[in-house]
């Protein structure tokens, strides 16, 4: 069908079957016919255009990338900016420092997939079937009309499923590469289903997978043809791994020579550079995307080191403004939750339907939601259920919800009391919902009240144990007189005896040592028999 020009595909009369018919009009010329070795480097493989290929495909190598951009430039040049993929290991050898191959099947990356990192080069296949390498330029590297319009809107979805379903098959596979025969039944394995290529509009497993070069690499010739992942997925696969690793570190850093060792605690299994498609971490630790981690030179025991951090942009103080807000914001959504929580994918259309209005992330100077929660871990923390992750409010949040619910269910009542034993009850009437008592750490009610103590009390009465409001004007009235002595000390601290007897001549009120650790918590620190403003009281002063 691709030569229509040459041949013509007739039906047999006689019922034996389609005839290719060759066109007598026609003459082909053997310079036509592209050749499939270099005629320098290769003067002793006298193949014919039409005798059987006997290359198997590029040997699997172990070198730098850097060392190898330069050197295929090299060979590019002196070549005219074209060499047939079957002699290029031959002209390599021959312009170059020879490159051997490894053949422990453990150790190194096929160098037909490596030529794809090497920039300004592109491994292009010819209508009769040949690969070359060639300089990458405007004409070869243009985007193609059938790029720009996709797949049909009905067949879409079900690609996108068939590359998320490739690469969780590939990734998994040591060296991350699969042998073309084996990939069916694999996927079927793998899967517990078939794969039919009719599904995604074609009828052959090749023409599928040459549809998504952006994911998927199809290597060598022959019987030796495997599947791997393309470069640039690699890159987005190291990249998203790399960010894992940094983020399960306490302060989302680490030195570069304890890569390894990070990596195994984060996946639970050992680190191999080569099953991401490289040589060396450096080449593709070059290759990740601007603003994604930020890597500078140190000294640790007089050794040169590298520290790899999160990349974070300084907010603007109308972004930090904008974050406390939205710290606010979550607080309000979660209330009104059961359990304290929302699942992170449906918390950007419950946070829309609840204040009527889109999250933009961008309006906090981030570029993820991942990274707003981050800015406000005071608030909100992730936590994984299973394959989920759920978004909470902090154990300090919480508290503070639940006890101006309870304080309300108090208020709500006639008496401004309720019985211990009907609390439960009064509650659920109220919000729709059992009290959190799990979420917050507790068995029963007594103890989520204990929690409580700056909104409800217990009281002894007639009627058996009856809980009240906490009257919080006088705890109110009592942090700003607390605040006001202590501002005016050296260092905003003062000895505890001193500081309960000032209190009450000057104020005529007597403190306890209780109310300052439960009601004014976050107020001041008692410790060593002195009490003292919060850090970030001593901020705010």
Not at 20 to 26: D, H, R
Not at 494 to 500: A, H, N, Q, S, V
């Amino acid at each position: 069908h691709r030569m229509k020009e040459v041949v013509t595909l007739t039906e047999d009369l006689t019922g034996v079957g389609r005839m290719v018919q060759l066109n007598t009009n026609t003459v082909v010329t053997t310079g036509e016919v592209e050749s499939l070795h270099c005629e320098t480097h290769c003067p002793t493989s006298q193949v014919g255009w039409g005798e059987t290929r006997v290359w198997e495909g590029l040997p699997i190598v172990v070198v730098e990338l850097e060392v190898l951009s330069t050197n295929v430039r090299k060979v590019l040049k002196s070549h005219s900016g074209s060499v047939p993929l079957a002699s290029l290991l031959h002209c390599y050898n021959a312009d170059c420092d020879p490159l051997g191959g490894i053949d422990d099947g453990l150790n190194g990356v096929p160098l037909e997939h490596l030529l794809q990192a090497v920039k300004g080069v592109l491994v292009t296949t010819g209508d009769t079937g040949i690969k070359k390498l060639v300089d990458a330029t405007q004409g070869n590297c243009g985007v193609k009309y059938s790029d720009l319009v996709g797949p049909p809107p009905a067949l879409a979805g079900q690609l996108i499923t068939f590359t998320r379903e490739v690469v969780d098959m590939l990734k998994i596979v040591p060296g991350c590469k699969i042998a073309f025969y084996k990939f069916i039944p694999r996927y079927h394995h793998h899967f517990g289903k078939q794969c039919r290529v009719a599904d995604y509009g074609y009828t052959k497993l090749r023409d599928l997978l040459d549809s998504l070069p952006h994911v998927i690499q199809v290597i060598g010739e022959g019987a030796k043809t495997f599947i791997t992942l393309a470069h640039k997925a690699q890159v987005r696969r190291f990249s998203n791994d790399l960010l894992k690793m940094l983020k399960s570190q306490p302060e989302k850093q680490f030195l570069f020579s304890g890569f390894p060792s990070v990596f195994e605690k984060t996946f639970f299994k050992p680190f191999s550079i080569f099953d991401y498609g490289v040589c060396q971490l450096k080449d593709i630790l070059s290759d990740i995307p601007e603003n994604t981690i930020v890597m500078e030179d140190v000294t640790v025991e007089s050794n040169l080191d590298v520290i790899i951090s999160v990349f974070r942009r300084d907010q603007t103080q109308e972004e930090v403004m904008r974050t406390r807000g939205f710290a606010k914001e979550v607080v309000e959504l979660l209330r009104h939750s059961p359990d304290l929580s929302i699942c992170f994918n449906k918390f950007i259309p419950a946070y829309h339907q609840h204040f009527g209005r889109q999250c933009r992330v961008g309006s906090y100077g981030m570029t993820k939601l991942i990274e707003l929660f981050e800015a406000v871990t005071d608030t909100v923390e992730i936590r994984e259920d299973g394959e989920e992750r759920l978004v909470q409010l902090t154990k300090d949040k919480m508290v503070w919800v639940v006890g101006e619910q309870v304080e309300c269910v108090i208020k709500a009542s006639r008496a401004r009391c309720v019985a211990l034993t009907d609390l439960e009850e009064e509650y659920q009437k109220m919000f729709g919902h059992m009290m959190p008592l799990g979420r917050m750490g507790v068995g029963r009610v007594e103890e989520l009240v204990e929690m409580l103590q700056s909104w409800v009390r217990t009281v002894n009465s007639k009627e058996g144990i009856m809980v009240v409001t906490v009257d919080r004007g006088f705890i109110r009235t009592m942090a700003s007189n607390v605040r006001r002595l202590l501002v005016e000390q050296d260092g905003c601290t003062m000895e505890l005896e001193d500081f309960i007897e000032k209190m009450a001549t000057r104020f005529g009120s007597h403190i306890e040592v209780e109310l300052l650790t439960r009601d004014l918590s976050y107020l001041v620190d008692v410790k060593g028999g002195m009490v003292g403003l919060t850090s970030l009281q001593l901020c705010a002063r």
